[in-house]
């Protein structure tokens, strides 16, 4: 793995009154399709070289996949993902984020959008273990 590509990408909780959203992937989606998950993305580059911050990639990739103006609350840590049938381990910065709007308007990324209670069963299946590793960390949302 010391050869891999390291992908730098992000995801967040989107929380509103105790509860947290999650997204379907479409059916014919490459990675995960029909799948559940939190919204994110990979980091965009700068037109000046670089590329944006984690916080900023995640509040534009949850405007873009859910219509959500969010705000960043809280890092929950790094999650490291290896794809081995791409030699790729993408490096996943997790947050929980609040929004304070929560009409949802997807976009053609994903089929479905759900806001579901921490402690209830979640929709399944769930898209990649960062799903499920994000959810366990998150805690109560009172």
Known sequence: MADWEVVEATVGAVRHQGQVLLLKRRPDDRSFPGAWCFPGGRLD?????????????????????????????????????????????????????????PGVR????????????????????LAGPVTRWLLDRIGPLG
Not at 59 to 88: C, K, N, T, Y
Not at 106 to 125: F, N
């Open 45 to 101: 580059p700068l037109p000046g070289g670089g590329f944006e911050s984690a916080p900023d990639a995640l509040v534009r990739e949850v405007l873009e996949e859910a219509g959500l103006v969010a705000q960043v609350h809280d890092f929950m840590g790094i999650f490291d993902s290896p794809w081995p049938a791409r030699q790729r381990i993408y490096r996943i910065h997790c947050y929980l984020l609040a929004t304070p709007h």
């Open 106 to 125: 997807l976009s053609e990324e994903h089929t479905e959008a759900c806001w579901i209670t921490l402690g209830a069963p979640p929709p399944t299946p």
